[in-house]
């Protein structure tokens, strides 16, 4: 009975002594999986978005909406742009169509995700034909293709140029102001 016991005891030992061994090898020369697959997709998401900006600068129509999800919405820099999926097609169809949509180069992104889910957000600032510009959005991953759900697109203005512009603007402004106000759209 007791070298029974004593067996037991080498065994259950061995197995745990085995098992520590790879965990530490497994930690040792590779990262936890959801570190990896959350910087996967993160790198996915990133070529997904460089893809999409290469499509306009390509006007490259059937891609670029590819690129985004079926209920995809853009916000552009004016204040009225707040484009449906549908919408937004039709009003880029003919600058696609003449073969010239819009060229954005990022020049820097941060990727926000969170393990094991399906959406992300992200922040950019690209060189446009307006300057610096900031989009922002939301990606989604729907059939294993990361996809642009939500995109806002932003004129950045120098803090010190702020109240030049405002000034420059204001007469636009509060005419919309009062138009969305009639119009019960703002509250």
Same mark, same amino acid.
């Given at each position: 009975?007791?070298? &029974?016991? *004593? &067996?037991?005891?080498?065994?259950? *030992? %061995?197995?745990?002594?085995?098992?520590?061994?790879?965990?530490?090898?497994?930690?040792?020369?590779?990262?936890?999986?959801?570190?990896?697959?959350?910087?996967? %997709?993160?790198?996915?998401?990133?070529?997904?978005?460089?893809?999409?900006?290469?499509?306009?600068?390509?006007?490259?129509?059937?891609?670029?909406?590819? &690129?985004?999800?079926?209920?995809?919405?853009?916000?552009?820099?004016?204040?009225?742009?707040?484009?449906?999926? $549908?919408?937004?097609?039709? *009003?880029?169809?003919?600058?696609?169509?003449?073969?010239?949509?819009?060229?954005?180069?990022?020049?820097?992104?941060?990727?926000?995700?969170?393990?094991?889910?399906?959406?992300?957000?992200?922040?950019?600032?690209?060189?446009?034909?307006?300057?610096?510009?900031?989009?922002?959005?939301?990606?989604? $991953? @729907?059939?294993?293709?990361?996809?642009?759900?939500?995109?806002?697109?932003?004129?950045?203005?120098?803090?010190?140029?702020?109240?030049?512009?405002?000034?420059?603007?204001?007469?636009?402004?509060?005419?919309?102001? %009062?138009?969305?106000?009639?119009?019960?759209? @703002?509250?």
């Amino acid at each position: 009975m007791k070298k &029974l016991i *004593f &067996l037991l005891a080498i065994a259950c *030992f %061995s197995c745990n002594n085995s098992d520590s061994q790879k965990t530490a090898s497994e930690t040792k020369n590779s990262e936890p999986k959801s570190e990896v697959s959350e910087k996967n %997709s993160q790198a996915k998401i990133n070529t997904a978005l460089e893809n999409w900006h290469k499509a306009a600068a390509t006007a490259n129509f059937e891609d670029y909406f590819g &690129l985004m999800t079926s209920d995809g919405i853009f916000i552009g820099t004016d204040a009225t742009e707040n484009w449906q999926n $549908n919408e937004f097609r039709e *009003f880029a169809k003919p600058y696609f169509d003449k073969g010239k949509a819009w060229n954005f180069t990022t020049l820097d992104r941060n990727i926000y995700t969170k393990i094991d889910s399906d959406l992300a957000w992200f922040d950019e600032l690209l060189s446009t034909q307006m300057g610096i510009c900031r989009g922002s959005g939301i990606m989604e $991953n @729907v059939d294993g293709a990361w996809k642009v759900k939500h995109y806002v697109l932003s004129i950045t203005i120098p803090n010190n140029d702020v109240a030049e512009v405002t000034a420059m603007k204001k007469q636009k402004d509060s005419l919309l102001i %009062s138009t969305l106000k009639m119009g019960n759209l @703002v509250n």
